[in-house]
């Protein structure tokens, strides 16, 4: 039976005794945003907390998981309903609330477990500040981005990154009951200043969703498989753990 000190599912004795060896606590962070007609709006939190409780099982009995940060930042996804939003100052306020609290509590190294390609700009800024403030190691990591060869080397679709083939497939090996397989759909993609903005062009700059893709989804979800995902995601883990084991 595979262990991990998952914080929500403990008394404070048990807490107690885990901080003998723990040296680290896993933040989950996610996003609560429109994923597409095949996903459901939890998606990004839900794959946070399930890599964060696997990562902490390889990591035995050095790594807590903290309870899961279920929103992000998403203003680019607000005009699909149901989408929450964080300001990105509020997102550092609660990361700078939970990491104190678990300070207090003796726990000095920090990883930030995201899912959310939104939150990224902001974890960035969000460690400068408070890795100096509060005096203490704090790293972040998406949660599969290391394993971008396998993606590239296993997904149909140039483009993916929200509710595509890439993540639908590591959805249907984590969390299976976050897709909607008989609505699977490809993206449908529009023309636009968008792809003048996107990562690796010369500016880069704010567009909402809408703006790229009408049914809010990239990539081809209906070659997402189970296999891919989890070469993806095992692959991802292997290397995380190796990071973190290092750091330690």
Wanted: aromatic letters at 6%.
């Amino acid at each position: 039976m595979s262990m991990a000190y998952l914080l929500t599912q403990m008394t404070w004795s048990e807490v107690k005794q885990a901080l003998k060896t723990v040296r680290i606590a896993i933040i989950p962070l996610g996003a609560h945003e429109q994923h597409g007609p095949h996903m459901v709006e939890s998606c990004d939190a839900v794959l946070a907390e399930e890599m964060s409780n696997r990562l902490a099982e390889r990591l035995y009995p050095e790594a807590l998981v903290t309870p899961t940060i279920n929103m992000g930042v998403s203003p680019h996804h607000m005009n699909f309903p149901g989408t929450i939003s964080l300001e990105p100052t509020t997102l550092i306020a609660i990361l700078r609330d939970m990491i104190k609290s678990l300070q207090h509590h003796g726990i000095e190294k920090f990883l930030i477990l995201n899912a959310h390609g939104g939150n990224q700009a902001t974890l960035g800024v969000a460690i400068d500040m408070l890795t100096r403030e509060l005096n203490t190691a704090i790293y972040y990591a998406k949660t599969t981005a290391s394993a971008k060869d396998v993606m590239d080397k296993r997904l149909v679709s140039k483009l993916y990154g929200h509710s595509c083939d890439r993540e639908v497939s590591e959805a249907l090996y984590l969390a299976p009951q976050l897709v909607r397989p008989d609505q699977l759909e490809k993206g449908d993609m529009t023309e636009g200043k968008w792809k003048s903005l996107r990562p690796g062009q010369a500016l880069q700059g704010f567009y909402y969703y809408e703006e790229m893709t009408r049914n809010g989804c990239i990539g081809d979800a209906t070659k997402a498989t189970r296999e891919i995902g989890e070469e993806i995601v095992e692959t991802a883990l292997e290397r995380l753990t190796k990071a973190v084991q290092e750091m330690l």
